[in-house]
């Protein structure tokens, strides 16, 4: 019925129950459901489908539990680094893992430059590194991203669409 609150879901079998009520709903019940379960008025903006998608992971949360606070915080982190990636104009990649023993090879101002990668760091002209970063400033005077300066990221171009970081 519009407007009645909905039964809160057990483990031991309502949540389908309720899942399938809240199919049946419509807009303002939705609204109200998601007022009950979120403890605050639902977002004037959302949609019939966000309302009913928002409203079904409480249903389960309550249900099923949540996750657990690492990864909620794992989960926050990622969050904060996609967020800060799209306020800086790049676009999130995956980071490269690199291997001991591997090697790169980067030439700046006609001079190639080698770095070998170590367990615990990186080796550029004898001297040890904590990060590609710091080598790349080592190499240039100014501060670069060692791994866009080495070639393990993708930059967007003027399209928008990726290419291979060549500076």
Same mark, same amino acid.
């Given at each position: 019925m519009p407007g009645e609150p909905m039964p809160a879901p057990t483990l031991h079998g309502s949540l389908e129950a309720a899942l399938a009520t809240i199919t049946q709903a419509d807009t303002k019940t939705l609204q109200a459901e998601? #007022? #009950?379960?979120?403890r605050a008025p639902a977002p004037p903006t959302l949609s019939h489908d966000l309302l009913l998608r928002g409203i079904a992971h409480k249903l389960q949360e309550a249900a099923l539990g949540s996750l657990p606070p690492a990864s909620k915080r794992?989960?926050?982190?990622?969050?904060d680094e996609a967020d800060e990636e799209k306020r800086s104009g790049g676009c999130a990649t995956p980071a490269v893992r690199l291997k001991a023993g591997a090697t790169l090879l980067r030439t700046w101002h006609s001079q190639t430059h080698t770095v070998q990668v170590l367990e615990d760091g990186y080796e550029h002209q004898g001297q040890r590194y904590a990060s590609l970063s710091h080598i790349a400033r080592a190499i240039t005077g100014a501060h670069w991203s060692g791994p866009r300066f080495f070639g393990l990221t993708k930059r967007r171009g003027p399209s928008g669409l990726g290419s291979r970081a060549d500076a």
């Open positions: 998601w #007022r #009950r379960l979120h794992k989960l926050a982190a990622c969050k």
